[in-house]
């Protein structure tokens, strides 16, 4: 398990449900290596980002689902959308799901980069004129896309709604009334299936690289964030 420790340490960060045998543990160097060199299942092609259990209990597909998010603090539902977009339209799927936010919106960049923090850092900034931050993240598509430490949610809190391109590159909107982007996942040929499920739902593994965590911040500059972190 050396080699593994050593890989995972250094390139990938797993993710496995606590006091359960991870699906990593016995393989060999070369098993390891042709697993997380598959990067199409199917239709399906993945980003650099993320890979999913040896075992494959989920196998990664496209497609969304209607969910909820329950707010037990506030004792309130929002509706959810979640959708996963193969590699090649991933990211336009995800600029196209911004519109609906309007003119003006909230940024939070998510970071896991720091491997002593638990979970992820969220970094704010408010009031970002959309075609300034669409321009931005068009420079920045490749570390939005392939980084598996790096998330980004999108918000505008006056409707409110949100869209969020996580770290598992999911594509998930929360809010009331979805109608129009339920419109532009099925135009895009993004199909609903309320019984698929998600990478994030097994075991997987994350990927990440010192190169993505300097582009990381780059990006916290080019949209004025100051916030440090690690």
Known sequence: MGFLKKFFRNVFRDEVAPHTTSSFDRLSSDE?????????YGKFA???AVRPSYDLQVVPSQGYRHDVYRD???????????????REQLFEVFMELLDPLGGVVDVVLETSHDRNAKGHVDLYREHI???VLKSTLYDFEDLLVNDGCTGIAVLNPGIPQEVQFDEHKLLIVYGEDLDEYEQILQDRDVPCNDQMR????AEHVHSSS???????EQLKIRLGIDSHYG
């Open 46 to 48: 993945l980003t650099g």
């Open 72 to 86: 037990e603090e506030n004792r309130s539902s929002v509706p959810v959308l979640m959708s996963a977009a193969s």
């Open 198 to 201: 998600f990478i994030t739902e």
């Open 129 to 131: 004129d959309m075609p």
């Open 210 to 216: 010192e190169m993505y965590r300097q582009q990381f």
């Open 32 to 40: 390891l290596e042709a697993h997380l060199g598959v990067s199409r």
